[in-house]
């Protein structure tokens, strides 16, 4: 005689699987309501945390990128049968004395350039008056450019109207303070990223799975090589630049030529357009003191461009990656509107990494899946 308590305690067939588990704590609206409002909580947490720490995000990325940039320098050495450590040491040291010569050297003097540029500002005014360009202006615009130059006159002269941009004097003094801080934090922090690139991108493969770190390994070393190879051919680019715009001022008998090499090498760094940038600063500039030198600095430094866009160029950026134009005006965009130079500097590295992920990964597997699903 069978056991009844027996069929009621049985287990269930092998074919049978358990029923799902759900949380029924979820289909009351106030935990749905109380889940919803502390994910929001969360998030407007982490966006404050983001925002306050932009400044430090700001000096780690480009820490990262200085380091990515010397890193190339650093490996040729090891080339040469020098340990990493000695060659980083090297590398630091010329750097140190290059910064620190053009710091005394040139600081001075455009400081000197800066103070004689807003002494000689009613001189130059008077200068463009008395030319054709200015007669012509006049005759076909009539008095509203003499409005116009009394006003930018007035504007220049008073010291108080250029502090006011800065937000005070005070504001200024804050701002080069922290701006030296800066500086000083982020070259430190590009020392120890330089001399821990080699674990951290070890340990940033062993963060994969292991069948697939031979290819990742691989796709990070061309990353790093691309975005180090654009970086060092931007700051060549911005050099070079900075060389014709002082050599051009000084020929010329155009003023302050070394100030216009620092403006020269700071806007070119800007990718894409920081060159027409400068094309105008430099001829609008150089208008005020002579149109006929203003217009050969026009022409000159626009057959440099061509010059660079297609000889120059091609050949310092033959280790990064090429991408569309399109894509390069959009990331500058994006770059520079989201963090400044800063961010259209490393926009198109980091455009370029996304579309070598983009061809080695996403687009061998969408190629693979022959068959749908």
């Known amino acids: 005689m069978s056991d009844p308590s027996a069929a009621t305690t049985s287990s269930p067939p092998a074919d049978q699987s358990?029923?799902?588990?759900?949380?029924?704590?979820?289909?009351?609206?106030?935990?749905?309501?109380?889940?919803?409002?502390?994910?929001?909580?969360?998030?407007?947490?982490?966006?404050?945390?983001?925002?306050?720490?932009?400044?430090?995000?700001?000096?780690?990325?480009?820490?990262?990128?200085?380091?990515?940039?010397?890193?190339?320098?650093?490996?040729?050495?090891?080339?040469?049968?020098?340990?990493?450590?000695?060659?980083?040491?090297?590398?630091?040291?010329?750097?140190?004395?290059?910064?620190?010569?053009?710091?005394?050297?040139?600081?001075?003097?455009?400081?000197?350039?800066?103070?004689?540029?807003?002494?000689?500002?009613?001189?130059?005014?008077?200068?463009?008056?008395?030319?054709?360009?200015?007669?012509?202006?006049?005759?076909?615009?009539?008095?509203?450019?003499?409005?116009?130059?009394?006003?930018?006159?007035?504007?220049?002269?008073?010291?108080?109207?250029?502090?006011?941009?800065?937000?005070?004097?005070?504001?200024?003094?804050?701002?080069?303070?922290?701006?030296?801080?800066?500086?000083?934090?982020?070259?430190?922090?590009s020392l120890y990223f330089l001399a821990t690139l080699p674990s951290i991108k070890q340990t940033f493969n062993r963060l994969t799975p292991a069948y697939s770190r031979a290819r990742?390994?691989?796709?990070?070393?061309?990353?790093?090589?691309?975005?180090?190879?654009?970086?060092?051919?931007?700051?060549?680019?911005?050099?070079?630049?900075?060389?014709?715009?002082f050599v051009l001022y000084l020929a010329l008998g155009l003023p302050f030529p070394l100030l216009m090499a620092v403006v020269a090498f700071c806007i070119t760094l800007i990718p894409l357009v920081g060159s027409v940038l400068f094309w105008v600063i430099g001829s609008t500039l150089a208008l005020f003191s002579s149109p006929v030198s203003a217009l050969i600095f026009a022409v000159i430094y626009l057959i440099y461009m061509q010059v660079e866009a297609y000889v120059l160029t091609p050949r310092v950026m033959n280790r990064a990656v090429s991408i569309p134009g399109s894509l390069v005006v959009i990331g500058a965009l994006v770059g520079g509107t989201l963090l400044g130079l800063l961010g259209a500097l490393v926009a198109i590295p980091v455009t370029a990494s996304l579309l070598l992920i983009i061809k080695q990964v996403i687009i061998p597997r969408q190629d693979a899946k022959t068959v749908p699903r």
């Open 18 to 189: 358990p029923a799902p588990v759900r949380w029924t704590a979820l289909r009351s609206p106030f935990a749905v309501g109380f889940f919803v409002t502390l994910g929001a909580l969360v998030a407007v947490v982490l966006g404050l945390a983001v925002s306050n720490l932009s400044t430090v995000i700001i000096y780690v990325v480009f820490a990262l990128f200085a380091a990515l940039g010397l890193d190339p320098v650093v490996r040729m050495l090891e080339r040469r049968k020098l340990s990493r450590t000695w060659a980083i040491v090297i590398v630091y040291f010329v750097f140190a004395l290059v910064l620190v010569g053009v710091l005394m050297l040139i600081i001075p003097t455009v400081v000197r350039q800066i103070a004689q540029f807003f002494k000689d500002v009613p001189s130059l005014i008077r200068d463009f008056q008395s030319s054709d360009v200015y007669a012509w202006l006049s005759n076909t615009f009539g008095d509203s450019i003499s409005d116009i130059l009394t006003q930018v006159q007035q504007f220049l002269v008073n010291p108080s109207n250029i502090a006011a941009i800065g937000g005070g004097v005070l504001q200024i003094g804050v701002s080069i303070v922290t701006g030296i801080s800066g500086l000083v934090i982020i070259l430190v922090l």
């Open 216 to 245: 990742v390994a691989d796709l990070t070393e061309q990353i790093t090589d691309s975005i180090g190879g654009y970086l060092m051919g931007m700051v060549i680019l911005a050099f070079c630049n900075a060389v014709l715009a």
